[in-house]
Each structure stands twice: as C-alpha cells, then as structure tokens.
C-alpha cells in the first residue's frame, strides 16, 4: 500500500496548531512504514530539516507551481503517474479530481461561524474548498466532537463519515529565556497563547485584566502569538485602558520559551468563543499552569474537569473565576494536579495510530 500525503502544513518554519499536528503525525507515519506500507509526501518546496528524513518506503516529491498547487498541479501529478492508493490531507483540502479514495482532517469550522474575520480570499477558498473536500472524501477526521457537529450541520455529512480523533499532545523542550526580560523575582502574570484575532476574545480578556489589575498591581498580562487579522482593537484596547506597561505582547516564540512562559505564569487564561481543540489548554497543563478557559465548542471536552470555565461574553465572570483562583493556593495546586493527569489522556502516537487505522481502512 502506498499513501499519498499533502507535507506542506508540516513543512514551514513558524509551526502552530495545524502545522504541529501535520509534523507529529509524519513522524509516526515515517516510523510505520516498511515494504508492504509506503509513504510518499507531496511539498510545494524542499523539506526542511525538521521533516522526517526520506528512506526506502517514506520519501518525498517536490512539485513545482506558483498557483493553484491543490487544485492543479498536485492531481495531475497524481492522475499521471497513478502510484499511489489512498491520499490523506491533514488540513482540509484535498486535491481536485483525485482518482484514489481520499481521507481529510477537519480543524475547525470557524470560517463559517466568523466569516468577518478572515480575508476574502482566503475566506472563499475555505468555504469552496473545504465543501469539496469534505463531500468528496471517502472519510473525514474531526478533531473533535465539536467540529464533527458542525460538519454535519454546515454539510449534512452522515454520521458514520466522520471520526473523532483527538490531538495529541507530548513536549520535551529546554527552557529558553533570551527573549524575555522576566527573571526571578519578576511580578507574576496572567498568560494568553494564542494567534491574535477577534474570535479569541483577547478584548474581553484585557478588559478583565484592567479590573484585576486595581486589586492586585503586581499582576501583570503576558499575550503569546503572533498577529493574525483583525487586531488592531487589542493593542486600542490595552492603550485606552492605560494599560501599556501592565501588558507584554511577544510576538511568536519558539517552543521553547513558550516553555519558560507556562511554567512561570499564574495560570492561562483561554478566553475564545471558537476552538476546533484548544492545543494551549494541553500545554500549559503539562508544565504544570493552572487554566481558566470559556465554556464554549470544544474547549470543555479537552479541559475536562481540570479547568476553571466561565461564559466568554460575561467580563465579570471571568474576573470571578481568577479571583477564586488567585485567592486559594489549596485550589491552585488542586488544579495542577489535575491538569496533569489530564494530559496522559492525549497522546500523539494514540493520534496517529488511529489517524493511519483509518486511511488504511478506506482501501
């Protein structure tokens, strides 16, 4: 058998979310391959060293094309030659015209939820795309029971189609603190990770952040991500409430330093209103953070009952549930604890195990 694999969301430099799941799940399928199980993976530009190295059964094809890369030049590489027996996409779109069965990862359906927030262009080739892909696959992987609702409603895809599997989630990282100026004895602070854009929430979390600020001054605002779209009114925000030196925006960071921010930081706080999974939540459990997350679409199925919730648009709940934390270290450690026992359920190997299972499947 010979599995066909879109490499390109693996393939970049600054990996977050989907492309971290693209990577761990090359990496499994790279360790499985063997005479009877080969793996070809398909790039737009020559892998980079982080990618598994190519050997007899798992190897990559680079094709060349500036435009239309799924769509174009991807299935009439495929419909040429003919040599593979399953394609898998791990981020919503599959190749066009495709003459095998084909498997897809659906992340999210924010994109439809909160169409504003996306670039037009980008936002047709979501909703025409990932219609395509989805009606056209022979299986669909949901990340989680939320996203699996939402295809459903959105696509009318039968149920039996769709396959939850969760992310997974392993880290064995070396602190690293050259970006920051935090040191020992530096004021504690409140974590957000996560890419800046409106339906993260981040307003309302700063907005709560003013409030707890006048009660607690050393307590500062620590917001981890890069900029996405749409976040000027974030930085307006912090500026209006004179919050500018109670506030720190870091840009992306590696892995490693998002490391030192986890382990030092009050708790995080995961204030979006939509979430395909939620990877920060993981994170920050297993380096031992306490989290206060909104109840909303899949946030509560990871956090379980490890995590402190509150309604995303209700400031004052928000400001409620960092009190409570901030005013019982007995309930901090419990929650510790608990978050930690909590990661063992997420596994990439479990992952990737069922991810292949279910490619193999469809032949």
Known sequence: ????????????????GVSVYALNLLHYFKKQANNELRFEVFLKTNPLPELPRESPNFAYEVIKAKFLWSQFALPLRLYQKRDIDVFF???????????VPLVVTVHDLAFLYYPKEFLKKDLYQLRSWTKYSVLKAKKVIAVSRTTKKDLIKFYQL?????????????????VQRSKFKLKEG????????????????????????QKINQIYPELELVIAGKKGWL?????????????????????????????????????????????????PVLEA????????????????????????YFDPENTND??????????????????????????????????????????????
């Open 1 to 16: 058998m010979i599995i066909g694999i879109d490499g390109n969301e693996a393939n970049v430099k600054k990996r977050v």
């Open 89 to 99: 996409s791990p981020a919503h779109y599959g190749p066009r015209f495709l003459p």
């Open 158 to 174: 039968p149920s039996e189609k769709i396959s939850v599997v969760y992310n997974g989630y392993e880290k064995y990282l070396q």
């Open 186 to 209: 530096d004021k504690p602070y409140i974590l957000y990770v996560g890419t800046l854009q409106p339906r993260k929430n981040i307003v309302t979390l700063i907005n709560a952040f």
């Open 231 to 279: 976040y000027q009114q974030i930085f307006e925000t912090v500026i209006d409430l004179g919050l500018e030196n109670n506030v720190f925006f870091t840009d992306f960071i590696t892995d490693n330093q998002l490391v030192y921010l986890y382990q030092n930081a009050f708790c995080l706080v995961m204030p979006s209103l939509y979430e395909g999974f939620g990877l």
């Open 285 to 308: 459990m297993s380096f031992g953070c306490p989290v206060i997350s909104s109840f909303a679409s899949s946030l509560p199925e990871v956090g379980g009952d490890a995590c402190f």
């Open 318 to 363: 928000l400001i409620e549930k960092i009190l409570k934390l901030k005013n019982s270290l007995t309930m901090r450690k419990e929650m510790i604890k608990k978050g930690r026992e909590r990661v063992k359920q997420f596994s990439w190997n479990i992952c990737a195990e069922k991810t292949l299972k279910i490619i193999k499947d469809c032949l």
